[in-house]
């Protein structure tokens, strides 16, 4: 089944292009079927990049999807245009009436700030405090995890000696989750940030469980009982050369920034590097969608219980 985007979004054209099958919403309206109702909230600087990264791996299911971007409002992306963001965005004045499905909340690049001194902290928080009763499954990615940790559970972020910067092997150590239903042993993700989370502080917060972790990138999958809220602190969703962007970027601004680890071959840094965890992305984001929003979600998205 395809995923319902607003049309003319600039994704489609790509997502097309990887054979990913796109409905716009002129087509949708045809159908007799109730779509999964899904809430992007993108924090990071480059939307068009990870509406298309994100669309990617929520369409990649059997399911139909709709699609709503959200943004924060009084915040001015540098990277998208104006229009973009007044012709595909909505801020949360438009949507707190309604119900989703599912929520996605992205990383951002605001990690080296306590979080009080984020722009847009007290808005973030008014919309994690709405989720609880307006959203099934809420997926926080990175910073996004990071920050819902810390706001529903009071967890710290911890910055580290250095940049945790490349593609690292994990392991699932909760075996009965369903979310990682049909993965290898060990499996890669990449990751790109300056702070963490202590696995001791999730470890005794009543209601979570660590889900998989890494021996060098630490813990990677986190979740409540239930899996109402999911915390990814990796970022699944890159495209190939997403870290060589980041990395390369640094650079030419004269930035202290080493070689994304297990990612160039050989640490060549003029060599294409290659994607060793795209099967993963896309079961990662099916397991979610499928076993926590789709089996899970009531049929009148306006009766989602409320999180307790």
Request: net charge negative.
């Amino acid at each position: 089944m395809p995923i319902k985007i607003a049309n003319g979004l600039p994704a489609r054209k790509t997502l097309e292009s990887e054979n990913i099958f796109v409905m716009d919403e002129n087509r949708a309206t045809t159908q007799d079927i109730r779509p999964l109702k899904i809430l992007i909230l993108n924090l990071m600087p480059t939307k068009i990049t990870t509406e298309t990264q994100l669309a990617r791996l929520l369409g990649n299911t059997p399911l139909q999807i709709e699609v709503e971007l959200l943004a924060v409002s009084g915040w001015v992306p540098k990277h998208t245009s104006k229009e973009h963001m007044l012709t595909f965005y909505k801020v949360f004045d438009d949507i707190k009436d309604q119900y989703f499905d599912g929520m996605v909340i992205t990383g951002a690049p605001v990690e080296l700030m306590d979080f009080e001194e984020v722009d847009y902290w007290r808005e973030l928080c008014r919309i994690m405090d709405w989720s609880t009763s307006h959203v099934y499954s809420t997926l926080h990615i990175c910073w996004g995890a990071q920050a819902a940790l810390y706001h529903h559970y009071g967890i710290p972020k911890v910055v580290l000696p250095e940049k945790m910067f490349g593609v690292f092997s994990h392991r699932v150590t909760h075996r009965g989750s369903i979310l990682f239903r049909g993965f290898d042993d060990t499996f890669m993700v990449p990751h790109s940030r300056h702070t963490t989370v202590r696995k001791e502080d999730i470890l005794k917060t009543k209601g979570l469980k660590i889900l998989a972790e890494s021996e060098e990138a630490g813990v990677y999958a986190v979740s409540t009982d239930e899996g109402r809220r999911i915390f990814i602190m990796g970022h699944s969703e890159y495209d190939t050369e997403t870290l060589a962007s980041e990395y390369f970027r640094d650079k030419e601004a004269g930035l202290d920034i080493s070689v994304p680890k297990n990612y160039f071959p050989g640490d060549d840094d003029s060599r294409r590097p290659s994607c060793d965890w795209r099967s993963g992305a896309n079961l990662l984001y099916s397991n979610w969608l499928n076993y926590f929003v789709y089996q899970s979600t009531p049929y009148d998205i306006n009766t989602v219980p409320p999180l307790k």
